[in-house]
């Protein structure tokens, strides 16, 4: 939380454990998702919301939102939401969707493109389910979905996950239109935007970037007055707007009122990937996918017991003014009714199972494990060969250190090590804000550098391991337009620039001459790169 101070004593005990034994290459993987069945799980992907579309409809308006601005899909697009073009050629006739596609091969404008102007085109859409990540549902059980005539609409994991193959169209730095893709991260949608298309973008309060009782606040743009529970929606919406705070591409995911976004992750070959979250905070896939569902995608089960004994836990008085004051901004704002996600009673809030005290349907957990571990990688993208050979030679070199963290072979698991910000970010200099007690770490930030802020109240601490970064794929590095999962490097080839200093986040380089190899080995890596 923003500006924390003092001393926090935890209620109840964290997921303890020490550093998992095993690096790179051939370890087995002590996460191994439990798996469920696929087929299932491709539908709790696409469409499963456990019931959030009452958080998204009933306290953040976000279907009255895109109504009252008349959003078209030439407007979705440009913020990056992108079309299942299978669902929309089921919902409409045939001459409606040739219409569409003649103008989907012109400027758009509303002159050459009226259908694709027309917010009544949104809703159509919505209605059909074919806006990727967006599930509504037939709420009022009249056999039929019309978001007009009181339906509701959710979120799920596809949002942020899943792309089309931009077979139909594809707009430059914004949405496609083609047959969804699951697994791959979203690169181009305006997370910022959308939330505040949202009629009551007040009701994301926790993932605001807050004001703490003592003026200050932590986000990207540190100097910044910080919102309260007495901002305005404009006020929200300048902040969610504003790409310098809410970068594209981004998803602040962490409820802790400090502004850290942080680049969207892909998520196939779930079993090849070790612990869950930036930071590492979740050992098992299903434990990360339940704090999505449950605290996510319905911030109100923050103000739940177990919810509000989760943040007291890890943030002590200044978690508990949070959650105080996001409940007078849901009342403020007239939510009633909530929370809107409800799942099976954990015994103990802080629990990894159920974090904040609720687990939702745990086969449907485990049924989206097993989807997740089955979608392929992309295949990596070679234009040089000699340079990927050379890049290769760089990478396994002793000098270069990739290899004392990263696999070779990119069919082996990732290392399930948490990185100590120490190795990670030599110039870590946190100023501790607030202590814990063991096995969480205390509560520290580094002023004026965004890296850490993903680990400066939720972290792999709260599994007993240490403050710092957990090791990603490195598959579809090809797609990726920036690095570091606070964005701060634009290229791959910068990441490797000795320029960047010593201190700097991920310090690993090599000589300015040879960063183009070195990228050109990293994006042509995929799950048969040995």
Not at 17 to 36: C, D, E, K, R, Y
Not at 327 to 337: E, H, N, P
Not at 396 to 403: D, H, L, N, P, Q
């Amino acid at each position: 939380m923003g500006g924390v101070g003092g001393t926090v004593t935890p209620t109840g005990g964290a997921a303890g454990g020490t550093t998992p034994a095993g690096g790179a290459g051939g370890a087995v993987n002590p996460n191994m998702p439990a798996l469920g069945d696929a087929t299932r799980g491709k539908d709790v992907f696409r469409m499963e919301t456990f019931g959030n579309e009452g958080f998204w409809t009933d306290a953040a308006k976000l279907p009255q939102g895109i109504v009252a601005a008349k959003v078209t899909p030439v407007m979705a697009l440009k913020t990056g939401m992108s079309v299942d073009s299978e669902a929309l050629a089921a919902a409409v006739p045939t001459a409606t969707l040739n219409a569409i596609v003649a103008e989907l091969k012109t400027d758009l404008s509303p002159t050459n493109a009226p259908i694709l102007n027309d917010p009544a085109t949104t809703l159509v859409l919505i209605n059909a389910n074919a806006v990727i990540g967006v599930a509504a549902k037939d709420s009022n059980a009249d056999g039929k979905i019309d978001v007009a005539s009181g339906d509701k609409v959710g979120v799920t994991c596809a949002f942020c996950h899943a792309i089309t193959d931009k077979s139909v169209f594809d707009l430059p730095a914004g949405g496609s239109i083609g047959k969804r893709v699951d697994g791959p991260a979203v690169h181009t949608v305006n997370v910022g935007a959308t939330l505040a298309l949202a009629a009551n973008s007040r009701a994301f309060y926790p993932l605001l970037q807050l004001k703490a009782p003592d003026g200050s606040t932590i986000g990207r743009k540190p100097t910044a007055v910080g919102l309260t529970k007495l901002s305005s929606e404009a006020e929200v919406d300048a902040y969610l707007n504003d790409p310098a705070s809410y970068p594209v591409g981004m998803f602040d995911d962490t409820f802790d009122g400090n502004g850290n976004p942080m680049h969207n992750t892909p998520m196939f070959r779930a079993d090849l990937a070790a612990p869950w979250g930036s930071s590492g905070e979740f050992s098992k896939l299903d434990q990360f996918s339940n704090t999505v569902y449950t605290a996510l995608l319905d911030l109100t089960n923050l103000t739940t017991a177990g919810g509000q004994a989760f943040v007291h836990k890890v943030a002590g008085a200044a978690g508990d003014a949070m959650v105080a004051d996001y409940i007078a901004v849901l009342a403020d704002t007239g939510v009633t009714g909530y929370p809107f996600v409800k799942g099976a009673t954990m015994t103990q809030p802080g629990d990894p199972d159920g974090v904040l005290g609720i687990r939702v349907d745990s086969q449907k957990l485990l049924d989206l494990n097993a989807y997740l571990s089955a979608l392929p990688a992309p295949a990596g993208v070679v234009t040089d060969a000699a340079a990927v050979t050379r890049g290769r030679a760089l990478f396994v070199a002793t000098t270069s250190r990739c290899t004392e963290c990263h696999n070779t072979d990119q069919s082996q698991i990732v290392s399930p090590n948490i990185i100590p910000m120490s190795t990670i970010f030599p110039g870590d200099m946190p100023t501790v804000l607030a202590t814990r007690d063991a096995p969480l770490s205390p509560i520290e930030n580094t002023p004026g550098n965004t890296f850490d802020d993903k680990m400066i109240v939720i972290n792999a601490s709260l599994r007993g391991l240490v403050r710092g970064s957990a090791l990603p794929l490195l598959f579809d590095l090809a797609r990726k337009p920036v690095f570091l999962h606070d964005n701060s490097v634009p290229t791959l080839e910068a990441l490797f620039d000795p320029a960047r200093g010593a201190q700097a986040p991920h310090p690993f380089y090599v000589d300015t001459t040879m960063t183009g190899d070195l990228a050109a080995y990293m994006k042509s890596l995929d799950a048969t790169s040995k």
